[in-house]
């Protein structure tokens, strides 16, 4: 009899330290503005670029997801991500680019990417591009990656160039293969 109560005893204490070291109420913010300034769109923004030539091509944003704030009541692991920020252009002529860019956690830092998707007649590839940014102070993150972020692809199969500035989201993109610099337009 006393071994059940004592075992009883253990129990009920395990069960009372759990239950006042489990998180509760955690609430997560959402994904910061600061890093969603490098890609300031939203559903059925049109990215539009122009080259030299005064050819235009126009980018509707078809997808755009970004990590609102949320709550949790009782949680296992207590910890809020950082959330994810990602969005999904497809132009409007059939058989050519798409894009798709996020910023979000990779490893231990912060990840942003901006890809371009071909898919023309008898050619399909892609061209990738990521920065990561390893801080684990996610406010010197946005620091270090700086204003203006330009990628670059010695090896690439068609663009090997992109420019982002915060705030501004893409503003040009170099075409290797058509020998094309497209800038933003309004």
């Known amino acids: 009899m006393k071994t059940i109560k004592l075992l009883i005893a253990i129990v009920a204490t395990g069960l009372i330290a759990l239950f006042f070291t489990t998180c509760r109420g955690t609430d997560c913010p959402a994904f910061p503005d600061y890093l969603a300034d490098y890609y300031p769109y939203k559903a059925g923004d049109t990215l539009k670029f122009a080259n030299r030539q005064n050819d235009t091509l126009r980018f509707p944003i078809r997808e755009f997801t970004k990590t609102e704030a949320t709550s949790y009541g009782f949680c296992s692991n207590c910890e809020c991500d950082l959330g ?3 969005w999904f252009s497809e132009m409007e002529v059939k058989d050519s680019i798409d894009i798709f860019a996020d910023i979000g956690r990779y490893d ?3 990840r942003i990417t901006c890809e371009f998707r071909y898919n023309e007649r008898f050619k399909y590839g892609k061209d990738y591009f990521y920065r990561t940014e390893t801080s684990i102070n996610l406010d010197s993150v946005s620091a270090s990656l700086g204003d203006t972020i330009v990628f670059t692809k010695d090896e690439a199969i068609r663009i090997n160039q992109v420019t982002i500035v915060k705030g501004k989201g ?6 290797e293969e058509n020998n094309f610099l497209w800038k933003k337009v309004n």
């Open 84 to 86: 994810f920020l990602q």
């Open 170 to 175: 893409i503003v040009e993109f170099l075409d």
């Open 108 to 110: 231990r830092g912060v």
